[in-house]
């Protein structure tokens, strides 16, 4: 009898480890699905980046060539 109740107690306490874990996961994965990667992130940060200067650069030439004064 107390062989069986070892046995129901260990089932139980891994179910809901398991159970707990897969809780865990799920958790993990809603914030990955919600939040975008960090690489992503710095990505759109750099291309952000690169769309300024770029406008810089075209303001420059194009104050350059023609001797306008664009602000």
């Given amino acids: ?29 809603n914030w990955f699905v919600h939040t975008p990667h960090p690489s992503m992130m710095l990505r759109q940060l750099l291309l952000v980046y690169a769309l300024i200067r770029l406008l810089f650069v075209w303001k420059g030439l194009i104050t350059r060539t023609f001797g306008l004064s664009l602000s």
């Fill in 1 to 29: 009898m107390s062989t069986l109740n070892l046995s129901l107690k260990v089932y139980a306490r891994l179910h809901l480890g398991i159970q707990q874990h897969s809780n865990l996961k799920q958790l993990h994965m």
